[in-house]
């Protein structure tokens, strides 16, 4: 009886923590086609910037620091078109952390850094989690298809 319980536990957490990933992955998949009219908006000088694993900066009257994160950590046209005292416009998703995943930047009316970054790491994200929820899923129902495991039969 007790081998039955475990089995049945172990089966139902391998069900939820892969249905977990897969809404997850499709929740990323959908904000990587927002638009930018739902973005807030700040415009101001930059104070300071920073540059290591993001390029983080601070904008005048937002207490906040916003950040642009790219996989290859290749800041080198941010460094240059970027310097304290530009005047931006950021268009960035409130949040709650230490830094602001920006969208889109514009400086003097040109983009800086366009939303096509953001969208792009989220289809990246989100495509990763489908695929990695849907094979948890599949091993889920594999294991149990190998152990014959019949939670409602009185043999085990």
Known sequence: MWRKITRFLQFGFG???SIAVIL???SILNEANF???DAQKHSGQITSRKIGKYFAFNISG???SFSVY???RHYAELESALNVGDNI????VNSQTANIQVCQIEKNGQIVVDKELLAGQNR???IIALIGGLGMLSAVFWTLRKRKYRFW???N
């Open 153 to 155: 039969s009185s043999r």
């Open 15 to 17: 069900l939820l923590i």
């Open 35 to 37: 638009d930018l009219h």
């Open 124 to 126: 990246t994200s989100g």
């Open 70 to 72: 790219k996989p290859s």
């Open 24 to 26: 997850v992955g499709w």
């Open 62 to 64: 937002y207490p906040v």
């Open 89 to 92: 416009t950021v268009y960035f």
